[in-house]
């Protein structure tokens, strides 16, 4: 039993998240548009994403978001995570809502989505680190080393209008 303990704490002290890739696709290029979508290596360890998304018909009262956890096994299998929320609602009750308040740092510190709706401005993502990530994977909720995909699908209001795929891996 103390090697099985030793073996987990092992694993949560050394766990590490490391982009891996970042992909986008406007499926509706009159109303949204990706300016930039990067994955920038500072060093070996420090990778960070910065996205720019041009809203090019505004203001917007309804955004809904879809967003799933795949792992790789055999090509990208569902794992653990898929669920849609109303973005709008999602950002006027960041306090009291748990899976807000887990989300809230990001929020607050990497982006300018950080209101409630309607939004009149483009959507800013700048220097989205592996160390945010990494507290929430590691600490918070402990997941299987492997490589992962973040797949969000954006719909405004119920026409799917963007996707976009976060590659990262756990080791």
Known sequence: MKG?????????????????NVK???F???FIDFEYCRLRSVNR???????????????LNHIKVNMALYQRLNGYKPFLYNF?????????????????????G?????????????????IVVDKLSTAFINH???KMLPFPEGDYMIKTHWKFPEIEKALTKFYFSLS
């Open 84 to 104: 849609t929320l109303d973005a709008c609602k999602f950002l006027k009750n960041q306090k009291s809502n748990p899976i807000a308040s887990y989300f809230y």
């Open 28 to 30: 509706d290029k009159d």
């Open 106 to 122: 990001f929020l607050t510190e990497y982006s300018n989505m950080n209101h409630s709706c309607p939004f009149d401005h483009d």
């Open 136 to 138: 929430r994977v590691t």
């Open 45 to 59: 360890t420090y990778k960070y994403v910065s996205g720019r998304v041009k809203l090019l018909k505004t203001p």
């Open 4 to 20: 099985k303990l030793h073996f987990l704490l092992v694993f949560l002290v050394y766990s590490l998240v490391v982009f891996t």
């Open 24 to 26: 986008r696709e406007s």
